[in-house]
Nanobody, 124 residues
Framework: QVQLVESGGGLVQAGGSLTLSCELS????????MGWFRQAPGKEREFLGA????????VYTDPVKGRFTISRDNAKNTGYLRMNSLKPEDTAVYYC?????????????????WGQGTQVTVSS
């Protein structure tokens, strides 16, 4: 059974950086595409970006393009979301998601497996 465990959230000042990690267990990580999403209070879940199972392609949504970077380390069964130049409006619960042999899709329903979420709070 696939399990995703996220870590790395916390409180950071505006302009700062954080790196979120998402470790997959139970299956071969290198076969899974990984997406990153966030959800702020009272808002819908928002797609941030994704990386294909091969790591060959990444996509980002416009609000985070140039500030956020998605990567993966298959040897560690872990995906990463590096966030730079954080803004108060980036405050949300951040989720990773995985899909077997997937490409870099933005639809939440595409992903079969989800992490528990980690809180990121950016103070002004």
């Amino acid at each position: 059974q696939v399990q995703l465990v996220e870590s790395g959230g916390g409180l950071v000042q505006a302009g700062g950086s954080l790196t979120l990690s998402c470790e997959l267990s139970g299956r071969t990580f290198s076969r899974y595409a990984m997406g990153w999403f966030r959800q702020a209070p009272g808002k819908e879940r928002e797609f941030l970006g994704a990386i294909t199972w091969s790591g060959a392609n990444t996509v980002y949504t416009d609000p985070v393009k140039g500030r956020f970077t998605i990567s993966r380390d298959n040897a560690k069964n872990t995906g990463y979301l590096r966030m730079n130049s954080l803004k108060p409006e980036d405050t949300a619960v951040y989720y990773c998601a995985a899909q077997l042999w997937g490409d870099s899709r933005k639809e939440p329903g595409f992903y079969s497996h989800w992490g528990q979420g980690t809180q990121v709070t950016v103070s002004s």
